[in-house]
């Protein structure tokens, strides 16, 4: 087995490269991601699929999916199947998907073992003493007055906790370590507690007590045999803790925990529980919105699983902190579906044409390629007649620069795919709003210009004849400000939302072929941008079109201007 050397390298390949090389596990890798049940996957979780999965196919090992569902007070099976979907729709499967609570009765004997070996203790301080005798990153903690209890007592107390017998917050089972060590994880920090009157999605009501994160993590790793525990870095300071269970039980197996740097992405958040209060707020229409960082909503704004995964690569994977700009994200998606999105035409703030010297009751049948520069996409039938609709902003009387190439009073543009048009007339009514431009065609300039005849705008347009009206929903940046977690200007972190994160267009209008568009499927709309059909909108009412992502970064210029003044 070697490892694919066209993926960028890294210090965790590093690792794994050294550690093959000495024979560690046998040569074997097997890796694991490892989400907590308590909400939907976002970009960060992206990451580590992509770095987990990634090198578990690159060195042909294994990779499981589990989920560490050891608090059953937020979690649910509608997050355990959104986060399945999100995985297979990366591109992904798993070598097995596993609970952590399929681990409940060896975890427990586990912990039976650490108070056999004096090394845990049931504590009847509560959460609040707890904290206070933990101390500071100053000051060492000081031993709880249970700490000293016999193996016998603390057996028969754990027994006890775990048939009912006492209330949530009565006692909990600690480990027994150091109260002056330097790394406050390691002093005797909590491993079970007790939790009455919840329903664990797959343990049901079996259990009353519940093992904590530090101690499932680990264990859970060791049991499935993992070679490499890849986590972030916020996880490094909780190393010492996952090697000390692991070695004063003496498991069979010890995994070798390795940090990186978590993802984090301009002009959003990514914790969990400040995207369950957008959710919960009201502040977003859901997990899924499109405006929000979840795979969910990325899916149904119209990324693909190939620009995520591209996305993932390009930021790399290191010890440094990972402040990624959102350019880079849209640049994925822009470089993918320039590649792959086949183009049609949609007319977002319509303006009506009517070509006066075009015979009434003629329609036509005019040729489209579906990409200009991928003949193997082929091309559709567009159909041509009197009245079409052109884009509002594509015409102005008087051009305002020589660099405006779109259409003007008295002056010539090209019909994408068709005729060159000249503007004789303007029509406006009593408030002098233009309502409709009287035009000419030149039926010799089907496709390309007459020799000598030079027609450089080209504007996109739709047959008013069998156009469809669309609701266009406009996306952007779910924040204005590029890190509101950390915004110095004393505002809750939501005063930083983009009021205009969503602008909806109910009068576009889109051509005859959209109508048959399937539900997630993306399209560019000439000189407009890439659109995706809403997966949520599937039957009845207006066709719903999402902007996934601009043709060009606008807001590189508007930060470029607001550092510069």
């Known amino acids: 087995m070697s490892s694919n050397t066209t993926k960028p390298g890294n210090f965790i390949r590093q690792i794994i490269d050294a550690d093959r090389a000495a024979d560690k596990h046998g040569g074997r890798v097997a890796t694991r991601f490892p989400p907590e049940p308590n909400g939907y996957l976002h970009i960060g979780h992206a990451k580590s699929i992509v770095l987990n999965f990634g090198i578990a ?100 107390l754990f027994a006890r ?121 009201g502040f977003v229409e859901g997990w899924d919105d499109p405006r929000m960082p979840t795979i969910a909503g990325l899916r149904r704004r119209g990324y693909t699983p190939a620009a995520l995964r591209d996305f993932c690569e390009r930021i790399g994977v290191t010890k440094s902190d990972n402040f990624v700009e959102m350019g880079v994200l849209e640049n994925s998606i822009r470089e993918d579906l320039n590649r792959t999105a086949p183009r049609r035409m949609a007319v977002l703030h319509p303006l009506k044409v009517i070509i006066a010297n075009y015979p009434e009751g003629q329609s036509e049948q005019l040729e489209a390629p579906n990409h200009p520069q991928h003949e193997d996409m082929g091309s559709r039938q567009i159909s041509f007649s009197r009245e079409v609709w052109i884009d509002r902003e594509d015409f102005m009387e008087v051009a ?90 004393g505002q809750h972190w939501t005063a930083h939302l983009n009021p ?18 399937q539900a997630g499927a993306v399209f560019q709309f000439e000189r407009e941008g890439y659109f995706c059909r809403d997966p949520q909108n599937r039957d009845g009412g207006l066709p719903v079109f999402n902007r996934t992502v601009t043709l060009r970064d606008s807001w590189a210029k508007i930060e470029q201007k607001s550092a510069g003044s």
């Not at 027994?176 to 919840?198: F, Q």
């Not at 000249?422 to 210009?449: F, M, Q, W």
């Not at 205009?500 to 568009?517: C, I, P």
């Open 57 to 156: 196919e690159d060195y042909n090992g294994t990779c499981n999916l589990r989920f560490d569902d050891t608090n059953p007070h937020k979690e649910n099976v509608e997050f355990v199947e959104s986060i399945k979907q999100d995985v297979q729709w990366l591109g992904y499967e798993w070598n097995e998907l596993l609970y952590a609570s399929n681990y409940f009765e060896q975890l427990h004997d586990y912990a039976v073992q650490l108070i056999k070996l004096g090394k845990a203790y049931v504590c009847d301080l509560n959460a609040e003493q707890i904290r206070e005798y933990r101390g500071t990153l100053t000051e060492p903690g000081r031993e709880s007055p249970y700490r000293e209890r016999s193996v016998e007592e603390n057996l028969d």
């Open 161 to 281: 906790m775990r048939a009912g017998e006492f209330q949530d917050g009565e006692k909990v089972l600690r480990a027994k370590i150091d109260m002056a060590a330097p790394n406050i994880n390691l002093r005797d920090p909590t491993i079970y507690r007790i939790r009455h009157g919840v329903i664990h999605h797959q343990t049901g009501e079996e259990w009353c007590i519940y093992p904590m994160y530090d101690f499932t993590h680990c264990l859970s790793d060791a049991i499935e045999g993992i070679t490499h525990s890849l986590c972030t870095l916020e996880f490094e300071d909780h190393r010492p803790l996952y090697d000390w269970f692991l070695d004063t039980l003496q498991t069979p197996s010890h995994p070798q925990q390795i940090e990186f740097s978590r993802l984090t992405l301009e002009h959003t958040v990514t914790s969990k529980r400040k995207l369950t209060e957008l959710v919960e707020q």
């Open 400 to 489: 305002p620069n020589k660099k405006f190439k779109r259409l003007v009073s008295g002056g010539e543009v090209r019909l994408r795919n068709a005729y060159v048009i000249r503007c004789d007339e303007v029509i406006k009514d009593a408030h002098g709003e233009i309502i409709e431009l009287h035009c000419s065609y030149d039926p010799d300039t089907l496709g390309a210009n007459p020799e000598g005849r030079k027609v450089k705008g080209v504007i996109h347009w739709v047959n008013a004849a069998d156009a469809i009206p669309a609701e266009i929903r406009l996306y952007d940046r779910l924040f204005s400000h590029p890190n509101p977690d950390s915004a110095k200007d």
């Open 500 to 517: 205009d994160s969503l602008r909806t267009l109910t009068a576009s209008l889109v051509e005859a072929s959209l109508g048959e568009a």
